[in-house]
């Protein structure tokens, strides 16, 4: 009984003889995939939020990430402090700023 198993394994199929390289080239397609359609817009996305960061100026009205609208009225390196409704004065995290509101109020362009 083992003799028959062992002889089908030693039994190769005719023409299986492949480079290994040829096996690697689903993988490498499958990386480049995941690479243009994740890993670089992920990288674009991020470098711009940077760039919007280290512009960032007294009078800039601004919004955060959880939703609170605000305008700077100060900016340490790692915290802005936003005025509020009613003059309130919040301390956040510059990391946490989401972006302009001109970019929440923009008017719809008519297609």
Not at 45 to 71: C, M, P, W
Request: proline fraction near 5%.
């Amino acid at each position: 009984m083992f003799d028959l198993i062992s002889s089908a394994y030693a039994q190769a199929p005719a023409g299986a003889t492949q480079s290994p390289f040829v096996s690697f080239i689903p993988f490498v397609l499958i990386f480049l995939v995941m690479y243009f359609l994740m890993i670089r817009p992920q990288k674009k996305r991020i470098q711009e939020e940077q760039n919007f960061l280290t512009k960032l100026s007294h009078g800039d009205e601004v919004y955060t990430k959880s939703g609170i609208l605000g305008k700077i009225t100060g900016i340490a390196e790692k915290v802005v402090t936003l005025e509020v409704e009613g003059g309130t004065r919040l301390k956040v995290l510059k990391s946490h700023i989401g972006g302009s509101t001109s970019q929440l109020f923009a008017e719809p362009t008519k297609k």
